[in-house]
């Protein structure tokens, strides 16, 4: 499912990111543009964030 629309950005895209290294929402933001335009998404993609990273 798209987290975010301005920059296509997935919820499996967030994943992969964590499992890739990133370890918070800001290196998950640096690294795909999640939530950088109209930020909308930044509540759900820190969700994401943080669901994932209680997994791992
Ligand atoms: Fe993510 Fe707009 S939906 S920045």
Do not use: F, H, N, P
């Not at 499992?19 to 290196?27: A, D, I, L, T």
Request: glycine share 10%; with cysteine; proline share 0%.
């Amino acid at each position: 499912m798209y987290v975010c629309l301005c920059e296509g950005v997935t919820d499996g895209q967030i994943r992969e990111a964590i499992y890739e290294g990133c370890c918070s929402y800001r290196e998950v933001r640096t690294s795909l543009g999640v939530g950088t335009q109209c930020g909308k998404c930044a509540c759900l993609a820190k969700q994401v964030v943080r669901e994932t990273l209680s997994e791992v």
